[in-house]
């Protein structure tokens, strides 16, 4: 496994997961309703700034890795994925929502190892549609995570018209992904 520094943030983000879970669950005491949400919600952007900073540092250091190309994006859905376990625990989002948002993480990851197994990677690599769903769910996480009024938003309000956003984005950046795979999956099937 190679170590350097941006394979160093993606595992920072990894650890960062169970540390934003433990600021909801663990028994800390001390830490009030307004304090955690605070404290999540700079977890969430610091760990979303080590996903922009990792890839920008392999990129620009040459350091690009198959280790880290794997890692980089397990990471992302893991901590998106426990960010809306948590938001729909404390009921900030919709349960429904969060199961579309993680079940087209998983299928459309699945594809994507399918894919590249038969050499037809390309096929669904990632496009547009879904970068706008990734930024729309990135907002909106710690938009939601904070809970409260910053600066005259509600980011309450806010954060969930951007996760149903994310969620309509996530529905058809899936459908497109499919229907690109479709005759690949029609002639291996």
């Given amino acids: 496994m190679p170590t350097n520094i941006p394979i160093l943030l993606t595992w920072a983000r990894v650890i960062a997961i169970p540390l934003l879970v433990a600021i909801y669950y663990a028994p800390f005491g ?67 929502i969060a199961l579309i948002i993680i079940g087209r993480e998983i299928t459309i990851s699945a594809l994507r190892e ?13 496009n547009n549609l879904g970068k706008y769903k990734t930024a729309a769910q990135m ?8 809970n409260g009024v910053l600066f005259g938003i509600d980011t ?6 951007l996760l149903y956003v994310a969620a309509i984005l996530t529905v058809v950046s899936m459908v497109v992904y499919l229907r690109a795979a479709w005759p690949t999956i029609k002639e291996h099937a």
């Fill in 114 to 126: 399918w894919m590249s197994a038969i050499g037809a990677r390309a096929a669904v690599a990632v």
């Fill in 156 to 161: 309450r309000f806010w954060g969930t018209i």
């Fill in 30 to 96: 001390g830490f009030t309703d307004g304090a955690r949400d605070v404290l999540a919600t700079g977890l969430f952007i610091l760990a979303a700034v080590t996903d922009w900073l990792d890839g920008y540092l392999a990129r620009r250091w040459n350091q690009t890795s198959a280790f880290g190309a794997f890692l980089d994006p397990v990471a992302d859905k893991l901590l998106v994925a426990a960010c809306l376990i948590v938001l729909v625990h404390n009921a900030r989002a919709h349960g429904l």
């Fill in 139 to 146: 907002v909106a996480l710690p938009m939601l995570l904070f």
